[in-house]
């Protein structure tokens, strides 16, 4: 069984071009959700999707972040301009349904913007 | 979402049982307690999960206090592959999961 397929792996990125991360979810998974990390430091949700629909970006900066997840292809969290603060690791989990139902991660991308 | 306060790290013997303690004080009576663990540079890992009785699959077992103020995580057998930072979590919605610094579990030979 395919998991929670991210890529790339990881990123380098001069300050102030664009990031692309993606994401393909669980077969039969539909929810999608997107973390990121610092080092030493747990996990920050950031936004969770369904197919065509952002449901809560409560957590997404309010500037130069988005995320999509269209009706066909992988779910995409995009930076753009980045700066030295976006290195990070960045997760993607995906669940059957909503919430309630427990959620499986991908291996992450890490973004190193130098 | 609750707040829970885990050791910041944790030795165990190989082929012990790692008993990993949780306190989340806070939890509200509808937030199930989550544990996750993240080896280090992959994606978190999903253990086990429970509300108020004591849960266990083929990975570990969870066992709650009555009050709902603490938890065990216990991993039968450690063994090296185990390694990793083991994370607790409350919350109602398991998506917006509060990541705390979890407890960082070193299996010794």
């Known amino acids: 069984n395919a998991g929670v397929m991210q890529n790339p792996r990881h990123l380098v990125r001069r300050r102030g071009q664009e990031a692309r991360l993606r994401c393909s979810p669980m077969k039969g998974h539909s929810h999608v959700y997107w973390y990121r990390q610092l080092p030493e430091e747990g996990l920050k949700f950031m936004v969770y999707l369904q197919k065509e629909n952002i449901i809560d970006e409560s957590g997404m900066p309010k500037e130069r972040f988005s995320a999509e997840f269209p009706k066909e292809g992988p779910s995409i969290l995009r930076i753009q301009q980045v700066v030295r603060g976006d290195s990070a690791a960045y997760f993607c989990?995906?669940?059957?349904?909503?919430?309630?139902?427990?959620?499986?991660f991908g291996e992450g991308s890490w973004l190193t913007v130098v | 979402d609750a707040k829970t306060t885990q050791p910041p790290s944790m030795d165990c013997a190989e082929g012990r049982a790692a008993n990993l303690p949780c306190n989340h004080s806070?939890?509200?009576?509808?937030?199930?307690v989550y544990w996750y663990r993240q080896i280090h540079s992959q994606g978190p890992q999903y253990i086990i999960h429970?509300?108020?009785?004591?849960e266990t699959n083929e990975m570990a077992s969870l066992i709650i206090t009555e009050d709902r103020k603490s938890s065990t995580l216990i991993l039968p057998h450690a063994t090296l592959r185990v390694t990793a930072v083991y994370y607790c979590i409350g919350a109602d919605s398991n998506y917006q999961l509060i990541w705390g610094a979890g407890t960082k579990l070193i299996i010794k030979p």
């Open positions: 989990a995906s669940s059957p349904q909503g919430p309630g139902n427990t959620i499986y």
């Open positions: 429970g509300l108020k009785n004591n």
């Open positions: 806070t939890i509200s009576g509808n937030e199930y």
